[in-house]
C-alpha cells in the first residue's frame, strides 16, 4: 500500500549541499531509491543555461522551470509509489518556495493549483522531511544553481520553513555543517520516522 512507502526528503535553499549528503547517505540507506535531480534532466531538455531562468532577468521562464519540476516529481514519485518503491529524494515543495520566493505570490499559487497537488501535498505530511540550513562555508557557483549570498540563502530558509508551518508537513531542522555529523543525524531521524509508523 502506498501509505506504507518511506519517503524522504532532503530540501532547503540551493548551496547547502543536498546533494552532497544524499550522495553521503546513499551507502546507508540501500532500500531506498534515489530521486533526484529533477531540475537539471529538464534544463537539458529545453537547452537551457542559467541564464536563461535568471529569476530577475526572466521571471516567467523561471515559474515554467519550477511547474515543470513540480509535475515532474510528482509523477515520479506517484510512479514509485504505485510500485511500492521507498525512495529518498533531494527536494520537497522547494519548487513551490522558489516560486513565492523569486517569482512573488502569483506563481506560487499556480503551483498550488496543479492537479494531484493536494494529494502530492497530503503524502508528505506523512513523511520525513529534513530542512537543510545553510552556512557560508559550502556555498559555490556549480554554473547551474543560482548563486546568493549567505544572507539571502537564511532568508530563504525562514521562507521554506513556513511554508512547511503553513502547509502542515512536519519537518526536521539541520544545523550541522560537519558531513559525518549530517548523515549520523539524518539516519537516527530515520530510525525514529520508521519505528513511530510500526511500533518497534
Given at each position: 500500500?502506498?501509505?506504507?512507502?518511506?519517503?524522504?526528503?532532503i530540501?532547503?535553499?540551493?548551496?547547502?549541499?543536498i546533494?552532497?549528503?544524499?550522495?553521503?547517505?546513499?551507502?546507508?540507506?540501500?532500500?531506498?531509491?534515489?530521486?533526484?535531480?529533477?531540475?537539471?534532466?529538464?534544463?537539458?531538455s529545453?537547452?537551457?543555461?542559467?541564464?536563461?531562468?535568471?529569476?530577475?532577468?526572466?521571471?516567467?521562464?523561471?515559474?515554467?522551470?519550477?511547474?515543470?519540476i513540480?509535475?515532474?516529481?510528482?509523477?515520479?514519485?506517484?510512479?514509485?509509489?504505485?510500485?511500492?518503491?521507498?525512495?529518498?529524494?533531494d527536494?520537497?515543495?522547494?519548487?513551490?518556495?522558489?516560486?513565492?520566493?523569486?517569482?512573488?505570490?502569483?506563481?506560487?499559487?499556480?503551483?498550488?493549483?496543479?492537479?494531484?497537488?493536494?494529494?502530492?501535498?497530503?503524502?508528505l505530511?506523512?513523511?520525513?522531511?529534513?530542512?537543510?540550513?545553510?552556512h557560508?562555508?559550502?556555498?559555490?557557483?556549480?554554473?547551474?544553481?543560482?548563486?546568493?549570498?549567505?544572507?539571502?540563502?537564511?532568508d530563504?530558509?525562514?521562507?521554506?520553513?513556513?511554508?512547511?508551518?503553513?502547509?502542515?508537513?512536519?519537518?526536521?531542522?539541520?544545523?550541522?555543517?560537519?558531513?559525518?555529523v549530517?548523515?549520523?543525524?539524518?539516519?537516527n531521524?530515520?530510525?525514529?520516522?520508521?519505528?513511530?509508523?510500526?511500533?518497534?
Amino acid at each position: 500500500m502506498e501509505t506504507d512507502i518511506t519517503r524522504v526528503y532532503i530540501c532547503g535553499p540551493h548551496s547547502t549541499g543536498i546533494t552532497t549528503l544524499l550522495n553521503d547517505l546513499r551507502p546507508h540507506v540501500p532500500e531506498l531509491h534515489v530521486l533526484h535531480e529533477v531540475a537539471r534532466g529538464i534544463i537539458k531538455s529545453h537547452g537551457w543555461c542559467r541564464d536563461d531562468f535568471v529569476p530577475d532577468k526572466h521571471p516567467e521562464v523561471f515559474q515554467q522551470f519550477n511547474v515543470e519540476i513540480l509535475e515532474a516529481q510528482i509523477k515520479l514519485e506517484r510512479e514509485y509509489s504505485e510500485q511500492g518503491k521507498h525512495f529518498i529524494c533531494d527536494r520537497a515543495i522547494d519548487p513551490i518556495v522558489y516560486g513565492q520566493y523569486y517569482v512573488g505570490p502569483e506563481a506560487r499559487d499556480v503551483m498550488l493549483g496543479l492537479p494531484g497537488l493536494s494529494g502530492w501535498l497530503e503524502s508528505l505530511r506523512r513523511s520525513l522531511v529534513i530542512l537543510v540550513a545553510p552556512h557560508h562555508e559550502i556555498i559555490k557557483d556549480d554554473s547551474v544553481r543560482l548563486t546568493s549570498s549567505i544572507e539571502e540563502l537564511h532568508d530563504f530558509y525562514n521562507v521554506f520553513a513556513a511554508e512547511l508551518n503553513h502547509q502542515k508537513i512536519p519537518y526536521v531542522a539541520l544545523y550541522d555543517l560537519d558531513r559525518k555529523v549530517r548523515v549520523e543525524r539524518v539516519l537516527n531521524e530515520l530510525k525514529k520516522f520508521q519505528t513511530s509508523r510500526t511500533g518497534f
